[in-house]
T-cell receptor
Framework: SAVISQKPSRDICQRGTSLTIQCQVD?????MFWYRQQPGQSLTLIAT?????????ESGFVIDKFPISRPNLTFSTLTVSNMSPEDSSIYLC??????????FGPGTRLTVT | GENVEQHPSTLSVQEGDSAVIKCTYS??????FPWYKQELGKRPQLIID?????GEKKDQRIAVTLNKTAKHFSLHITETQPEDSAVYFC???????????FGAGTQVVVTP
């Protein structure tokens, strides 16, 4: 399976600021996704990162709050904008394969104070 | 949209016993059913999956069964070991490239 890395691994941010999370894959992949995992909770899909076009957001998530870029087939970024303490979560990118399997990056643990 | 219910939320078993986690789903178009294991502070890891044209799949001590008519699938862990302690998530998808809908998770604790 692909090797997936994320930067930063963790961060503590002030309310009202923004953080950009990077996801890098060691091979070209068609599908990349961004998930959020709030403390002690399950994973919730934020959006599908489409290469060369705007991301597809799930209900409850909007582009102004979570802008996503996907400049090529190995890289994507998620920005968490105008943060509040409720945004404190683990943010994970994942990559999908043509054989249904989906693999996750190590996650970015975000704390908003 | 799809709704995935997972039970139980916590499961304590003695080492060597079996553990079973069950998930039910609502969307009859779901055709892919993976299970993930997440240890504390780690990423979710795909441990086994099954597609809709298969009723059962086994990989060493873990197995997954699928009942499409009843819309439920289960994870079975036999001969549990302390290293099986983790949170397990079921998920569903409706297409091969598609997004996953996750269950709420099951905290499994295996006591020696």
């Amino acid at each position: 399976s692909a090797v997936i890395s994320q930067k930063p691994s963790r961060d503590i941010c002030q309310r009202g600021t923004s953080l950009t999370i990077q996801c890098q894959v060691d091979s070209q992949v068609t599908m990349m996704f961004w998930y959020r995992q709030q403390p002690g909770q399950s994973l919730t899909l934020i959006a599908t990162a489409n290469q060369g076009s705007e991301a597809t957001y799930e209900s409850g998530f909007v582009i102004d709050k979570f802008p996503i870029s996907r400049p090529n087939l190995t890289f994507s970024t998620l920005t968490v904008s105008n943060m509040s303490p409720e945004d404190s979560s683990i943010y994970l990118c994942s990559v999908g394969t043509s054989s249904y399997e989906q693999y996750f990056g190590p996650g970015t643990r975000l704390t908003v104070t | 949209g799809e709704n995935v219910e997972q039970h139980p939320s916590t499961l304590s078993v003695q080492e060597g016993d079996s553990a079973v986690i069950k998930c039910t789903y609502s969307d009859s178009a779901s055709n892919y059913f993976p299970w993930y294991k997440q240890e504390l502070g780690k990423r979710p890891q795909l441990i086994i999956d099954i597609r809709s044209n298969v009723g059962e799949k086994k990989d060493q001590r873990i197995a997954v069964t699928l009942n499409k008519t009843a819309k439920h699938f289960s994870l079975h862990i036999t001969e549990t070991q302390p290293e099986d302690s983790a949170v397990y998530f079921c998920a569903t998808s409706t297409d091969s490239w598609g997004k996953l809908q996750f269950g709420a998770g099951t905290q499994v604790v295996v006591t020696p």
